[in-house]
DNA sequence: GCCACACGCAACCTCTGGTTGCTCGAACTG
DNA sequence: CAGTTCGAGCAACCAGAGGTTGCGTGTGGC
């Protein structure tokens, strides 16, 4: 089951824009709400509302510095959500495996 | 990077509602929209609807039966997903582990 | 001191997840 | 066969999220 999956995060990291910032932060080390909006198709305000996002799952921190604030990954809490992402894949692949277990058998059985 | 993501096979997965009801249809093997709406905190029109962005997603497969609607999880479209979740993991699991040899690298030169 | 830049806030639009209310058609039951 | 029931399929509506434009404000560089 997908019941232990906690929901802010995995929404959090649900949407496109925001996986793509997640990206791009950690290829550069952080950035701010400007420069992220300078390598994506969206507009600086979009992106501040997705580092709102981001910040209140914990996944990015931000510290202000002189006119801009400076957001940086919270890797200990990407490991986290990278953590669920692989147990709900694990639990649906344990699932597929069993039922193509299942069909073998029973075709098994049939021939 | 998660370029190579099929959006619309991520999305299809990425809402929480979407994601019980694969547990649930791989649970029991399919089910209708008043079955599964049943078992979840949603009506069955809002079932519906999620089995419509599945089904266009691929991931589901619905046939009429009588005055039923039956459907059923489309287990290859599913492992694709699957992978896919696991590929984006994977990348965020390099890049962090990347990241963190080379702060014990800055870390080593430093003492 | 002035200008430019980065940020934050507010209004607005659109799409999506969700609801209620209704109709229609298939199936069971007398 | 007639009536009822049950599942599906609209349609209208509401709330929230992603996105935009526009505007005010504070900080930094010249």
Redesign the pocket.
Known sequence: MSATVDDRLW??V?????RRMLDLLLADGG???????GQL?????????????LDRAGLVH?T????????EVDEAQLARAVAQLSAVGAAWDARLHRIKRIAEAIRQRRD
């Open positions: 929404s959090a649900g949407d496109p824009t925001r950035g701010t709400a400007t420069t992220l909006s198709p969206v507009t600086r305000q979009a992106v501040a509302k997705h580092l709102g996002v931000g202000p510095s002189g006119r801009e604030r400076r957001y």
